[in-house]
């Protein structure tokens, strides 16, 4: 019987954190399964559920602005954005998972890039329209959490939307009880992607039709 994609996952995590390479695991994971060998978990074949109700819920209209996807993975996110009118760049720090993606949206007008999102281009700082992360801080170690939040915040153009999608658990569940990855976000976790100029305006919390007893975040903030 095949292990677990979760399992196959979090040994591949382990290993790379072992050697003190607390991002390394995603290249290890992406090129594991384009040789066969695991299953990307969160890789769905479609958009994520709560960013399409979001898009149906929004109608936004990309038409003349620009959209960054944090963590592209295999393209699907990037793809409905881009659909809606953005002009969108999705990144990764794998580079199996960017020409995974390339290769399923061989048409695609998406900029798909490798970046790292604790490091990302200077010229990204505050140049986008929206920001999609979905499932990318919470794959990072705890520690490694608020720097990448940081990041993701400074990506957020003045007047633009911060969309985050994350698993959820309950704030007072500790740190050290969380056998990762994911490592899920609490709600003041959610609120620390605030600052003084870009605004919570709706979090909802929602249980995983996949998986009732997970739940997940959905929260969306804007830059004055």
Do not use: C
């Amino acid at each position: 019987m095949a292990e677990d994609p979760d399992v196959v996952s979090r040994r591949i995590a382990k290993e790379s954190l072992d050697r003190d390479d607390p991002t390394g695991w995603f290249e290890n994971l992406y090129a594991a399964a384009a040789e066969g060998a695991a299953v990307v978990p969160w890789d769905r074949g479609t958009a994520h559920q709560l960013l399409i109700e979001w898009a149906e819920e929004s109608q936004p209209d990309g038409a003349g602005k620009s959209a960054l996807v944090v963590g592209a993975g295999t393209g699907w996110d990037a793809e409905l954005i881009a659909d809606r009118g953005y002009a969108t760049t999705a990144f990764d720090i794998s580079p199996t998972a960017v020409e995974t993606a390339r290769r399923n949206h061989p048409d695609s007008e998406v900029q798909y890039v490798v970046a790292d999102l604790l490091n990302p281009p200077a010229d990204w700082h505050r140049a986008f329209d929206l920001v999609v992360e979905i499932y990318t801080v919470q794959a990072l170690p705890i520690s490694l959490q608020p720097a990448a939040i940081k990041q993701v915040t400074e990506l957020v153009g003045p007047g633009g939307t911060l969309l985050v999608v994350a698993a959820a658990r309950p704030d007072d569940e500790p740190d050290e009880a969380i056998q990762g990855p994911p490592w899920p976000l609490t709600r003041a976790t959610m609120h620390s992607f605030t600052t003084p100029d870009l605004r919570l305006i709706q979090l909802t919390q929602s249980p995983s039709p996949a998986d009732p007893t997970i739940s997940r975040w959905r929260g969306e903030y804007l830059r004055d």
